[in-house]
């Protein structure tokens, strides 16, 4: 007699039956993924912003109070910060008029140039790069559209959007590169190009830079719209160590990016540029 | 029981949302404390010793409700971390179990170097780009650790071992 017939394994069932309603459950929400983000985001944006506001004032209130001890050092760093202040006064003073190229992507009114939606971040994920704004589809939002603050410095660019919310790759990811041109301090040295890398962690390497061409510190990296993501002369960041190394075929820098969390409340989606 | 199930999904809920909004100012090194596998990883740590092998509701279900925060906060798709947090919760548990602690202790050395172990292994399996193992990384860690070790006696003092 055979013993499975009379007795039946009662826990395959049971286990094959709860794999099926995981399974379900999973593809359900894949399914709705977007309508489920979007109702999540939705029930947490009031205390996301809260949060947020509360934790950049208790950051701002811990950073000063933790450097009360460090004043007596602080005030010889501000002394000598203000020599070297003063020297760069006169440097840019000399070079006011090569400088005008820069001056005029900075001080650009932003309106009269691209077709802004105003937004504001509401979560951050620097495990990524991250960051959710609140506007969405609804809003007219798609993918890819450049994301900037007031003073043209890019954050990133629209990665993926919900109906309300839309998460932007800040240009720090690790899946971030994008093109750029070296702004330099003299207008008749040849246009430098290069890539921007996202490490994560919120910073970014300079890549892709012929050996042939001179960089330095403090040169300033603006979007080249070469690929054309970016509409050109977005700020990006300075250079702050570059590394030329002739058995490498391109030269590399640290840089030191412009954008700042801190000031993501009042940012500004692209969503229409003229493209020269 | 589902009364305090439903404290833990609001505890998610909350803890998701700190994460991502009030704990970003406080990175360091661009590192923040992941509070949703700290708290998933509590759970199923003092849990562990448990003789139910599925112990639904208090592996399973805080697991999957992790697991769908971070899908949700985190990850382009759903199934992904749940999956992996529940392999990893049976795998702790099995852990614990070869451990072969019969009475309620739960020491601090077990949990220290598992819980590292185990945040290696979430990172190397969830994150989009490979971590390197470099200082940013162990900055991670440690800043993680602390929380952790917090949590651990909090859980500790108050015998939240059953949840």
Redo the contacts between chains.
Sequence with gaps: MNVFLEKPNKILPKILIGIFVFVFF?GT??LF?NQ??NF?YS??QP??????R???N??NF?GAFLKINNLAGENEEIKKRNQELLEEIITLQQVKVENQALKEVVSGGLEKEFKLILTEA???????DFI?INRGSDDGILEDMPVINSQKVLFGKVF?VYKNFSKVMLVSS??SVLDVKIQKDDTISPIIYGAVRGE????AILDLVSLEREIKNNDILITSSLEGTFPKGLLIGKITEPNQNDLKPFQTAKIELFFN??QSDKLFIISDYKIE | MWLKLVVLFLLFVFLATFQISFLVHFNIAGTTPNLIFILFFLIVFFSGRSKSTMNFKNIFLPSVFAGLFLDIFYFPYFGLAIVLLLVMAYILKYVLFLLKKTRNEYPVVYFIPLFVLFFIFFNIFLTTAMPCFNWVFLIEIMYNLIFALLGFYIFKTFKLYEF
């Design positions: 999973i929400l894949n993924q489920f983000k999540f029930i947490t205390f996301q912003k809260i949060l947020l509360a934790g950049d208790s950051s811990l509401i979560g951050i994920d620097n495990k990524q959710l993926k690790k899946n994560g962690n919120l910073s969390l801190k």
